[in-house]
């Protein structure tokens, strides 16, 4: 069973049941800290690698931005693959991205980069990873929601995070999503723990969102990290969104589930609506009466990205 985040995780400050829970962070420090060892001894890898990931956890784009960065780098020429840890509950994200471009999913990343690494791939693109010690990226790039930022700033389990804000300062730039909301004070945040660092803000654009029109009703599902953002972005378009079911990031949808759903639909003389990674976690039979909104990642200073991947590169 898969459990959403608790609320009090998102608080802009801890509570009374995070620092009950603080004494259980200690596993997650002394972890962390012997994978900034291990990972500082690591031979250089044969290939070029970029680690997009994240400290907070879910919801930040980096599925997203991976397969973008992997476009990126297809117009620059570059032999490009995306690697992607293999989870039996993340087949979602594994379909996504074997869709947009070479994917090399193994149970551990180095055996993904050995793959690559037969097949004359120049640079290897990590979907998640920067808590593995086993390999030395050359970029490591952290993802951040700009609603969400670093919740009550603690690390698991009292708060969302897989390692202090601290960090920022080993990692080359920042990456932070949002849906067009000021993003001046998490930028002066980042800057006080890495004044180097580079900054990019992230947005999502649908692609086909003529095809729904905002004089219907719509009720609207999803089961991934932040599904605040993709309410947000339909109710910009102005879509009438009239019912909302949030399930846990992965969540394998039962046909109860679907039945349940279609019912409320009907009941309400809505249309249902989902994102493009729950939809794809549906059964042929389920999905029927069921449509998806295909979003791409933009990037602000994509020019600038561009340009400081080419000498990092």
């Given at each position: 069973?898969?459990l959403?985040k608790?609320?009090?995780w998102d608080y802009?400050k801890?509570n009374a049941?995070?620092?009950?829970?603080l004494?259980l962070?200690?596993?997650?420090?002394?972890?962390n800290?012997?994978?900034?060892?291990k990972?500082n001894k690591?031979k250089?890898?044969?290939?070029?690698?970029?680690c997009?990931?994240?400290?907070?956890?879910?919801g930040?784009?980096?599925?997203p931005l991976?397969?973008?960065i992997?476009?990126?780098?297809n117009?620059?020429?570059?032999?490009?693959g995306?690697i992607?840890?293999?989870?039996?509950?993340?087949?979602?994200?594994q379909?996504?991205?074997?869709?947009?471009?070479k994917?090399?999913c193994?149970?551990?990343r180095?055996?993904a980069?050995?793959?690559?690494i037969?097949?004359?791939?120049?640079?290897?693109?990590?979907?998640?990873?920067?808590?593995?010690?086993?390999?030395?990226?050359?970029?490591?790039?952290?993802?951040?929601?700009?609603i969400k930022w670093i919740?009550?700033?603690?690390?698991i389990?009292?708060?969302?995070?897989?390692?202090?804000?601290q960090?920022?300062?080993?990692?080359?730039?920042v990456?932070v999503?949002?849906?067009?909301?000021?993003?001046?004070?998490?930028?002066?945040?980042?800057?006080?723990?890495?004044q180097n660092?580079?900054?990019?803000?992230?947005?999502?654009?649908?692609i086909?969102?003529?095809k729904?029109?905002n004089k219907?009703?719509?009720?609207i599902?999803s089961g991934i990290?932040?599904?605040?953002?993709?309410?947000?972005?339909l109710?910009?378009?102005?879509?009438?969104?009239v019912k909302?079911?949030?399930?846990p990031d992965?969540?394998?949808?039962?046909?109860?589930?679907?039945?349940s759903?279609?019912l409320?639909?009907?009941?309400?003389?809505?249309?249902?609506?989902?994102?493009?990674?729950?939809?794809?976690?549906l059964?042929?039979?389920?999905s029927?009466?069921?449509?998806?909104l295909?979003i791409?990642l933009?990037?602000?200073?994509?020019?600038?990205l561009?340009?400081?991947?080419?000498?990092k590169i």
């Amino acid at each position: 069973m898969k459990l959403i985040k608790p609320k009090f995780w998102d608080y802009k400050k801890p509570n009374a049941l995070s620092y009950f829970l603080l004494p259980l962070t200690l596993p997650i420090i002394i972890n962390n800290f012997y994978i900034k060892l291990k990972r500082n001894k690591k031979k250089e890898n044969k290939i070029k690698t970029i680690c997009i990931g994240n400290i907070y956890i879910g919801g930040t784009a980096k599925t997203p931005l991976s397969i973008k960065i992997n476009q990126i780098l297809n117009r620059l020429n570059f032999r490009s693959g995306i690697i992607k840890k293999f989870y039996k509950n993340q087949i979602d994200e594994q379909k996504l991205l074997s869709d947009k471009g070479k994917l090399y999913c193994f149970s551990k990343r180095k055996d993904a980069l050995r793959e690559a690494i037969k097949d004359n791939i120049d640079v290897a693109v990590f979907d998640d990873g920067l808590q593995d010690s086993s390999i030395n990226y050359d970029l490591r790039f952290v993802c951040f929601n700009n609603i969400k930022w670093i919740g009550n700033g603690l690390l698991i389990p009292a708060g969302p995070l897989r390692n202090k804000i601290q960090c920022i300062k080993d990692y080359d730039a920042v990456f932070v999503n949002g849906n067009g909301e000021n993003s001046t004070n998490i930028k002066i945040l980042i800057k006080k723990y890495n004044q180097n660092i580079r900054i990019f803000e992230t947005y999502y654009k649908p692609i086909d969102i003529h095809k729904f029109n905002n004089k219907e009703r719509y009720l609207i599902f999803s089961g991934i990290g932040n599904p605040d953002i993709f309410k947000e972005t339909l109710l910009k378009n102005n879509l009438n969104v009239v019912k909302e079911f949030k399930f846990p990031d992965h969540y394998t949808y039962t046909e109860k589930d679907i039945r349940s759903i279609k019912l409320y639909a009907h009941n309400l003389n809505a249309k249902i609506l989902t994102t493009e990674k729950d939809y794809v976690r549906l059964s042929k039979d389920n999905s029927n009466g069921i449509e998806f909104l295909q979003i791409e990642l933009i990037i602000k200073q994509e020019n600038e990205l561009i340009n400081f991947i080419k000498i990092k590169i």
